[in-house]
């Protein structure tokens, strides 16, 4: 069964005045454990596409559903939960709350989710261990470099256990080294705990990394390529 | 989680938060300072009416008040003080001859009360006796001597030991004269009273009009509490059903009135205040909103409810102004406390207050339950403040916001 499946995913902006149209049509599946790049020129749809996987925007048509969930039709309390419970999201700029520390803002999450105490601590521990911020727990973002920042975005966007992580452009305001790393950690984290990852990026290196790249052009998939190990390609 | 986010996030913009804090406190300890004041010129006012002018009671014949009639009178006054005096929420009682009187001297004359008392019993329910700012309050067993206010003095422009004629009428309705000696000149702070109150022996008065012996005109009293008064009063009409039996509010209704207006202005004075502040502290919370646009796009992106994050921000709209609001009625408390015991003398603008009947000295005080109607009253402007910028945070949409669209 596919974690994410999009059919005929239609969105149109400025419906009344001089429509756009963000997204023509868009058919696609993603299965569990997938680590995808969705590429393409600025405005050719890929952060749309993302807000309508992601439940955070609507489409003029076309439905996404979510392990058979559609959440093109739920009620707006109703995906708020969704989200919380079943999607990942890690933005550009980081986006950790200032005030809290490493550790509050990886937890915050889970708090969200009525987890305990204990499993909390366990969960932030683990994710700060693989992604090497242990020594920053008690840290506030202001004082971790911009790769750190994102890793914890990465260990925030995993502690909720979600059945797959929205990334939008993770790496475009990191720098190259910064940007191995934490897709290293991030390919580690894929293939350890089967977390489906969908990316939007313009980074050649991530395109590098995934294993399937769909490229958009004018709100339409014109390529999906699956790459395996040795970088072979084949369309599918 | 969230009240710790809320308590942190007052602190993300120090001086945007401080200036606000500062604020509240500012207009908060203003509020309170002058509400203190203002109450504590009224309690002024009613103890002082309470403890020279009118007691707490005062039992009189019916119809005395209207015209000083000398006809209308207690006949037994002295068995009822005696009665009253048994009551334990009495602290003294006072039988007093009252007679209108025109009163003279070789340049001067007008029309004033007489005031006839037994000056150790009428000690005890007036302070009269704690007021004197010249001379004594019949220190001496001296026959036809008078106790006279400052302004009474300065009007027929005579000093201490100088003579006045007082011309009153007798119980049999003739014309009669008797010359006083000033033995001592008081002042309170009413200056309307100091004119026309003066007090002589009330052997001396007694003698002099042929009134009866062991009546009285009134019979003052004076209880050990204020909040006493309307329970005895009603005892008192019960056991005296014949006499006119009145407590200090119906004998000075005016003050009463005073008051009760003043705790209303100052309400509304705090009130005005409060309003004024909750639009700054809104203009702070939407600043702070807009600054957070990215922040909150990412919560409400992650599953944070949209009630939640609403609440957020009312929470952190309440800590703000509370924060000011706490420091506000602490530093109130010591500046009420302080000037509680030294005063303000208001000397400059004295003879003014004296004459609407204020004391010159005023010493702020203010109950505790104004405090904690203060603190809802803070929690209330917050919350409804806070709703404004916690709407507007719910109405962002997550996927623009989220990239500081």
Known sequence: MPVIEVKQLKKTYNETMVPVHALNGVDLTFEKGEFTAIVGPSGCGKTTLLNMMGGLDRPTSGIVTIENDDITNMKAGELVDFRLNNIGFIFQSYNLIPVLTVKENIEFIMELQHRNRKEMEDRVRYLLEVMGLSDKINVRPRYLSGGQQQRVAVARALASKPKFILADEPTANLDSKSTDILLDLMAELNQKENVTFVFSTHDQRVMDKARRIITLEDGKVISDIKQVKSNEARHS | MLVQIAWRNIWRNKIRSLVIIIAVILGLWGGIFSDAFMQGMAEQQVYSSIHTETGHLQLNAPGFLLNHDMQLRIGDADS??????????????????????????????????????????????????????NGDYFKNDRKNMVVVGQQLADKLRVKLHSRIVLTLQTVTGDIIYGAFKIEGIYRTHNSEFDKQMIYVQKDDLQSLVGFPSGAASLVRVLLQKDDDTKEVAE??????????????????????????????????????????????????????????????????????????????????????????????????????????????????IAQGANAMGYNSVVYPALGAGFYFQLAIMVVVVAIIAGLIPARRAIRLKPAEAVRGD
């Open chain 2, 80 to 133: 009822v003080v005696e009665q009253i005096n048994r009551l334990p929420e009495t602290e003294a009682a006072a039988a007093t001859i009252q007679i209108t009187a025109m009163a003279s001297t070789a340049s001067s004359s007008t029309g004033i009360i007489v005031n006839g008392i037994a000056p150790d019993t009428y000690a005890k329910v007036s302070d009269i006796s704690k007021l004197m700012v």
């Open chain 2, 235 to 348: 005892k008192l009409r019960s056991q005296f059903p014949a006499e006119q039996v009145q407590t200090w509010i119906e004998l000075s209704p005016m003050q009463q009135v005073l008051s009760g207006t003043m705790t209303q202005m100052t309400i509304i004075f705090v009130g005005i205040i409060l309003i004024a502040l909750a639009f700054g502290i809104v203009n702070t919370m939407l600043m702070a909103v807009m600054d957070r646009t990215r922040e909150i796009g990412m919560l409400l992106s992650i599953g944070m409810r949209p009630s939640k994050v609403f609440g957020m921000i009312v929470l952190e709209t309440v800590f703000l102004s509370l924060t000011g609001a706490v420091v506000g009625i602490l530093i109130s408390i010591g500046t009420i406390y302080w000037f509680g015991k030294s005063g303000i003398n208001l000397s400059m």
